[in-house]
């Protein structure tokens, strides 16, 4: 489904991606782990074109969108879902318009059925019947599945999930995360979850890959990375501060 070849980007003097290579496969969830700062936000902005690399490609179904021009961009990125490490709601409306926003802004569709699809999906993610509340009203969790909701209304092809359960104990991580692999199943889209979550993220995930001094270091299926024996895999999996990766 996407394709990342030889990225590279800086800010200023500082070097953040130095040739990244990762192949993301289509209906599946890749989660891409690393140490805090080392680049997975920067990397996951640029396989919707939020950023564009300094040079590489980033191929969607062969489609390099770091060379589309606007409105063929625009349809691209339409293709794409986000839920974003706070969830990103808009606090002066309810839950159920932060759902239906996209549709409105979006599409033509006439308004019952706009309703009608934001309240199926905020079923789906566990709240019905809580479209009149407002994000403040909402507790940690319940925003990150508000956000998922939002995230599912225009029916994605590929959803992002960056850092999905950042402020969230160990039991709502744990439902976020159930969650995410549910609605997979259901909607089939092909996921990419940006985490340094471990190991309860490699629960959900098909795919796992390591980003660390710039670049992939590993890529495999789930088991496999659990188990190699790479020693920057290693040093990460143990929570090692000494070892191979550069730590911040």
């Not at 191929?59 to 770091?66: A, K, P, Q, R, S």
């Not at 319940?142 to 960056?162: E, T």
């Not at 890529?219 to 999996?237: E, K």
């Amino acid at each position: 489904m996407i394709r990342v070849v030889d990225l590279h980007k800086s800010f200023g003097k500082q070097s953040v991606l130095k040739g990244v290579n990762l192949e993301i496969a289509a209906g599946k969830i890749t989660t891409i782990v690393g140490t805090s700062g080392c680049g997975k936000t920067v990397l996951m902005k640029h396989l919707n074109a939020l950023l564009l690399p300094d040079r590489g490609q980033v191929l969607v179904e062969g489609v390099d969108i770091t060379k589309l021009r606007q409105k063929p961009l625009y349809e691209m990125r339409g293709r794409f879902g986000v839920l974003f490490q706070g969830a990103a709601l808009l606090d002066s409306m309810t839950i159920l318009d932060n759902v239906a926003f996209p549709l409105r802004e979006k599409t033509r569709t006439p308004e019952a059925e706009i309703r009608k699809k934001a309240e199926e999906r905020l079923e789906q993610v566990g709240l019905e019947g809580m479209g009149y509340k407002y994000p403040g009203e909402l507790s940690g969790g319940m925003r990150k599945r508000a956000g998922l909701a939002r995230a599912l209304v225009m029916d994605p092809d590929i959803v992002l999930f960056d850092e999905p359960t950042t402020g969230l104990d160990p039991i709502l991580g744990a439902g976020i995360h159930q969650l995410i692999a549910r609605m997979q199943q259901t909607f089939k889209f092909t996921g990419v979850v940006i985490s340094h979550t471990i190991p309860q993220v490699f629960g959900i995930s098909d795919y796992v890959a390591l980003l660390a001094n710039g670049v992939i270091e590993e890529f495999n299926v789930t088991d496999a990375f659990v188990n190699s024996q790479n020693p920057l895999v290693r040093q990460f999996i143990k929570g090692e501060t000494e070892g191979p990766i550069q730590v911040l």
